[in-house]
């Protein structure tokens, strides 16, 4: 069966510091995957989304970046965080090119609290 | 641009009893999927329900139901036998080819009252 990952679970950060938010699949190859952020008591924003390595398409621009090194694994990153980058972020998957695309099976999420 | 609407921002339903919660779109597709996710206090999305657009029939999964009514752009879900671990953070959500990308409503919380 397939399981997603996610760390760290809890993360607090100053302004302008560095962020890196790891996100990885099991049990299923080429899979699209998907990043979300959820503010307070908020609907979620799709941030950006892969449909293969090295291939990354940003739905919102900011000051995020998203990366795709290996499959399996997505990344979320920031040079400088801003305090509204706070917020919950969700990785997401669903079935590559050739299945059903449309369901999307969400990891436990990162809780971001920018100081 | 396809939309979705959860016009229920609270609901509450008592132990044992069935709610119901709502949620209307609005695209020009014809095929599309249409779903409930549930959010816990936990915060991780949960899969509850799944509804093709070309099935006439409402899709079921134990005590969730879902009433389907694609003329009138309608997606409601029906929990029966509530218990207190169905309170949560509701959302619909609607997946067609036009964008390959879920959208969703800004969720219904439900309460559970024993």
């Known amino acids: 069966s397939q399981t997603i990952h996610q760390w760290p679970a809890t993360l607090v950060q100053p302004v302008g510091s560095p962020l890196s938010l790891e996100c990885t699949v099991e049990g299923t190859s080429n899979p699209n995957l998907y990043w979300y952020r959820q503010a307070a008591g908020r609907g979620l924003q799709l941030l950006f989304y892969s449909v293969g390595i090295g291939q990354i398409s940003s739905e919102v621009p900011q000051n995020l970046s998203a990366s795709r090194p290996q499959d399996r694994q997505f990344i979320l990153s920031s040079k400088k965080l801003l305090l509204s980058d706070s917020g919950f972020y969700l990785c997401?998957?669903?079935?590559?090119?050739?299945?059903?695309?449309?369901?999307?099976?969400f990891g436990p999420g990162t809780r971001l609290t920018v100081l | 641009a396809q939309t979705v609407t959860q016009s229920q921002p609270e609901m509450s339903v008592q132990e044992a009893e069935t709610v119901t919660l709502s949620c209307t779109y609005d695209t020009s597709e014809s095929d599309y999927y249409l779903f409930w996710y549930k959010q816990p206090p936990s915060r991780q999305m949960i899969l509850v329900i799944r509804?093709?657009?070309?099935?006439?029939q409402n899709a079921t999964e134990n005590r969730f139901s879902v009433n389907f009514q694609k003329a009138a752009k309608s997606f409601s879900l029906k929990i029966s036998d509530s218990q207190l671990g169905d309170a949560a953070m509701y959302f619909c959500a609607y997946y067609g080819g036009a964008t390959n990308k879920l959208i969703f409503g800004t969720g219904t919380l439900l309460a559970v009252q024993p």
């Open positions: 997401a998957w669903s079935v590559g090119a050739g299945g059903h695309t449309d369901t999307q099976y």
């Open positions: 509804q093709e657009a070309y099935k006439q």
